[in-house]
């Protein structure tokens, strides 16, 4: 495993964790802490102007690991289903224009009022694959992220690695995954299912699992305040190949995003040094 304790080359900002500064402040912040990566979000990178942001970003020198999100593919009707497909090809004209990495699929739950599960499962499916000509082309990965199953209705329902495996493996290339360590922690098949991630593992985000969770979407925890084993899964995604980034991605409706960002991206350093 690597040795982190007195690194911050591997350490990515994920924008959202400095969620009061634009896309200038957080280059300009990265730049002021050091750091070498950044995976910015869609907002920040459209309130800038895509063209200019990739300007920008490329002025920089920063690697940006990934652009957050795509997805969304679940609709209860066709012209909502195509709306996600349209916009799932724009971003991917984001991706590339900024250089990232790759695309993160937060994937879409359960259209309103709708009970089929497996129907939005073949949604998600069918809206991948849709895009995917486009990614291939554009030479932008497709990274589908698992999400804790608590999401399932509302926000994403591929819930585990195993799930997002298989859909790689229909697929074909062009899809990978994103490994979230708080959407992934609990599983008891993570050592299996990261080692049939290797080879696609595009992704790899840090945050940590509070006791209690007072929100279920934005009360994540910094990197050693929670309860998840972050060097074991990380010996494990590294077990698997990836020499990649760790993209530190906090929502903290509560904590974090009410504190000076300055003082969250020096203590995210300590904890990718120390915990992560
Ligand atoms: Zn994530």
């Known amino acids: 495993m690597r040795d982190f304790s007195s690194d911050r080359q591997w350490l990515a900002l994920n924008t959202v964790t400095v969620k009061s500064w634009s896309l200038e ?96 499962h073949r949604q998600v499916r069918d809206g991948i694959a849709a895009v995917l000509p486009h990614a291939r082309a554009a030479a932008v990965p497709l990274a589908i992220e698992p999400l804790h199953p608590m999401t399932a209705a509302d926000r994403a329902c591929v819930n585990t690695l195993a799930h997002a495996n298989d859909l ?48 279920l979407v934005f009360d994540r925890g910094m990197p050693g305040d929670g309860i998840i084993d972050l060097p074991r899964l990380r010996g494990l995604v590294e077990d698997a190949g990836y020499a990649g980034h760790c993209d530190v991605e906090i929502l903290s409706a509560e904590n974090w995003w009410k504190r000076d960002p300055d003082e969250v991206v020096r203590i995210c350093i300590e904890r990718h040094q120390s915990v992560v």
């Open 168 to 215: 790689c493996e229909e697929l074909g290339e062009g899809v990978g995954v994103a490994i979230d360590a708080y959407h992934v922690w609990w599983d008891p098949d993570l050592p299996r299912q990261v080692a049939r991630s290797a080879g696609r593992i595009l992704s790899y985000h840090v945050c940590d699992w509070l006791v209690p969770t007072r929100d």
């Open 25 to 120: 402040q957080a280059i300009d912040g990265c730049a002021r802490a050091g750091i070498t990566a950044i995976a910015p979000w869609r907002d920040i990178v459209q309130r800038c102007g895509v063209e200019r942001a990739a300007k920008l970003l490329r002025a920089s020198g920063l690697t940006i690991t990934c652009l957050c999100r795509g997805g969304m593919f679940t609709a209860a009707d066709e012209p909502g289903r195509r709306a996600a497909i349209d916009d799932n090809r724009r971003a991917i004209d984001e991706a590339a224009a900024i250089g990232a990495g790759s695309l993160i699929l937060v994937v879409g739950g359960l259209p309103p009022g709708s009970k089929d599960l497996v129907g939005a």
